[in-house]
Nanobody, 121 residues
Framework: QVKLQESGPGLMKPSQTLSLTCTVS??????????WSWIRQSPGQGLEWMGTIGYDGSTYYSPSLKNRTSISRDTSKNQFSLQLNSVTPEDSAVYYC?????????????WGQGTQVTVAA
């Protein structure tokens, strides 16, 4: 079974850069059948897709976050990461990494447990 685990800071100050890492076990992030996504959930906005990195390293971002978001990967560690620049309190949310099919969207069969990120002065 594929398992995902988010890691990173729980508290951030406004204007800082958020960096989160998703560690994947039970499957390779270079497997061509899958792609890897970051999703966040806040009480006000609900679930929000942030971006996806493909098995080949190609990236796709939400238009609303594209200017501040970067997803990268470290294949040697079987990890992919999220970078969100210039955070504000509006970025406070539970951040999830998740797995999806690379070609056709069928939802997200596997999720990490999520990590709470709070942006406050």
């Amino acid at each position: 079974q594929v398992k995902l685990q988010e890691s990173g800071p729980g508290l951030m100050k406004p204007s800082q850069t958020l960096s989160l890492t998703c560690t994947v076990s039970g499957g390779s992030i270079t497997n061509s059948y899958f792609a890897w996504s970051w999703i966040r959930q806040s009480p006000g906005q609900g679930l929000e897709w942030m971006g996806t990195i493909g098995y080949d390293g190609s990236t796709y971002y939400s238009p609303s976050l594209k200017n501040r978001t970067s997803i990268s990967r470290d294949t040697s560690k079987n990890q992919f990461s999220l970078q969100l620049n210039s955070v504000t309190p509006e970025d406070s949310a539970v951040y999830y990494c998740a797995m999806r099919m690379a070609t056709m969207f069928r939802g997200y069969p596997n999720w990490g447990q999520g990590t709470q990120v709070t942006v406050a002065a």
